[in-house]
């Protein structure tokens, strides 16, 4: 049974089987990706009984035997890291704009995706954003987001968030994407008053963009103007506003009974919340790797 | 009269690499027919000058546009070809008769170098989260792992072609060491590659969860990686608990190679990714 379990006969048939469910799921798009658990368990199961059975038990000498011992065991705590993470993750998202305000806990704006197993004890933290401004360098290029952000209300500290550069809380990470496109601004109003307004986000390099301005019925597409001149070009759909306009900032074109006025150019970044569990062992088990391929090619270089 | 530019100077340096590579790959064609030592010398200094132009085009172009090696498939092209031009000269410098390999790896190296001048030679924008240290330790290894099998390549592709008898390829295989010696090269090349892909998986996953906020998120360049890594392996477990066939042996490198291709240059800017807005 072990010896079966042990053999590099089953790494090969695994190794098939995760091929075939590969091609099936890029074949097919319904595939079952829990199918992916069946070979990885036995896998795992491979990897552990060759730890015991070939690796511990090798005639070798001492460093690499513990080198090798220590990869493949790397190689497993990752494993098992990467399963804490599939099941018990957190991770949640936020579009932030250049001196957007929240008047609430940033958390009940998140985009939100748990692991299946996630449980609330991980989210006992929760973090407030109250301000959001930018950092440029000498030449004008944004290279930083501060928010205002608190572990408590009143207690407001401005950290940088750069891209990089995560806040750590205790149990979690805020991260800021690696986004910093343009943001512009409109307002909708109404021949009785009615107002609204609204952005629309650019990723960078992007130039069009399809917008549905708030209280249109209609969407409209939005292409950045020249960068000088602040110039937007707004141009509908056929059968709706089939004209174009290029628009300054304060600027605004009549669309039905609505006028649509251009605000102003901004930025935004993605910001996200992480709650990882499995990140620990991850970087246990690379650290694990690391050390254990050292040892491993120190043996065979002093050797040689 | 045009003024010259650093522009002019960095296309000029890398048609002298191109030129260097191609009259390399004439000599160690020669020395396949004629089996004279100095051709070979000829075409390993060749060899050695193209590889030294070709680094400082590279340093050049770095200064120029700000950033390395790793944003428009001109770079990774050019770049990656210095790459494997490297290990050939490494491996070479340790066994001098696989010099010959020469006359399989520089002819890859020249398709690459070709493909890359003749891609886009603009810089690029370069996003912020590209703004960081594990970007250069990712990449270098990447670029490492690329070498050492376009060589090892090689030198299966040799073994292989063992089997032709007679005519200027038999007498070029003449030339390669026996193929117990060529299977123990590749399957050092493999280890060698084998803990490169390792390290460059390990620190594209730090770097990924400062950027993105997760070490690994099943992206198609992720997946690809991993496939190339767990193919490495695999041939490396093979060869240790097998008793297998060195032309058998010789097709897995093949193998491992076409897939790495697939994995390092078709993916990265074929597929949706989330890594794509790094490749213009």
Not at chain 2, 2 to 29: D, N, S
Not at chain 2, 204 to 213: H, L, T
Request: charged content about 15%.
């Amino acid at each position: 049974m072990i010896s079966f379990f042990s053999s590099t006969r089953l790494t090969t048939w695994l190794l098939v089987a995760f091929l075939l469910f590969f091609v099936a799921d890029w074949c097919w798009p319904a595939f079952p990706r829990w199918l992916y658990l069946l070979p990885a368990a036995f896998f795992y199961a491979n990897l552990l009984s060759c730890l015991v059975i070939r690796l511990i038990l090798l005639k070798k000498n001492l460093v690499g035997k513990v080198g090798l011992v220590a990869f493949h065991l790397g190689l497993g705590v990752a494993m098992a890291g990467g399963l804490v993470t599939a099941f018990y993750r957190f991770e949640g998202g936020l579009e932030v704009v250049e001196g957007q305000i929240f008047s609430d806990q940033a958390e009940s704006y998140l985009y939100r995706t748990y692991g299946p197993l996630w449980r609330p004890f991980f989210t006992d933290e929760a973090f407030f954003l109250k301000e959001i401004r930018v950092a440029r360098d000498g030449e004008g290029n944004i290279t930083a987001f501060d928010c205002l952000v608190a572990r408590t209300p009143g207690a407001e500290v401005f950290h940088r968030l750069a891209a990089n550069h995560p806040l750590s809380l205790s149990k979690g990470q805020i991260f800021l994407s690696q986004h910093f496109g343009t943001a512009l601004g409109f307002k909708a109003v109404r021949d009785d008053g009615a107002m609204n307004s609204g952005m629309v986000n650019f990723a960078p390099q992007q130039h069009k963009q399809t917008f549905t301005a708030p209280g249109l019925p209609y969407t409209l597409q939005v292409e950045l103007g020249d960068k000088s001149r602040q110039e937007i070009l707004l141009a509908g759909f056929p059968g709706h506003f089939t004209g174009k306009q290029a628009l300054t900032p304060g600027q605004g074109v009549r669309i039905g009974d609505i006028t649509l006025i251009y605000g102003k150019k901004t930025h935004w970044a993605g910001l996200m919340v992480v709650r990882d569990p499995g990140k620990p062992w991850i970087y246990a088990g690379f650290l694990l790797f690391s050390l254990g391929l050292l040892l491993y090619y120190s043996e065979k270089f002093t050797r040689q | 009269m045009m003024p010259v530019t650093v522009q002019h100077i960095l296309e000029l340096l890398l048609w002298l690499t191109v030129a260097c590579y191609a009259g390399a790959t004439v000599f160690f064609v020669f020395y396949s027919s004629f089996d004279q030592k100095k051709l070979d010398r000829a075409g390993w200094i060749l060899t050695i000058c193209g590889l030294f132009i070709h680094a400082i085009a590279i340093l050049l172009r770095w200064n120029l546009v700000g950033h390395g090696p790793y944003r428009t498939i001109h770079e990774i092209l050019v770049c990656d070809s210095a790459f494997i031009v490297g290990a050939f000269v490494l491996v070479g410098l340790q066994v001098e008769r696989l010099r010959a390999s020469g006359v399989i790896v520089l002819p890859l190296t020249l398709i690459m170098m070709g493909l890359g001048l003749l891609a886009p030679q603009a810089g690029a924008y370069l996003s912020p989260s590209l703004k960081s240290p594990w970007l250069a330790v990712h990449v270098l290894f990447a670029k490492m792992t690329v070498g050492c099998i376009v060589v090892a390549t090689g030198m299966a592709t040799g073994l292989l072609l063992r089997k032709i008898k007679s005519g200027r390829i038999a007498r070029l295989i003449g030339l390669f060491p026996d193929n117990q010696s060529i299977v123990d090269l590749c399957q050092k090349l493999f280890q060698v590659a084998f803990v490169f892909a390792s390290l460059m998986i390990i620190a594209g996953a730090i770097w990924a969860n400062d950027a993105w906020g997760r070490y690994w998120g099943w992206d198609p360049i992720e997946i690809w990686s991993l496939i190339v890594w767990a193919l490495y392996a695999f041939i490396l477990h093979v060869r240790l608990s097998w008793r297998l066939n060195d032309s058998v042996y010789a097709w897995l490198v093949v193998a491992a190679f076409v897939v790495s291709i697939v994995a390092f240059f078709l993916v990265p800017f074929g597929a949706e990714s989330i890594h794509s807005q790094y490749f213009a």
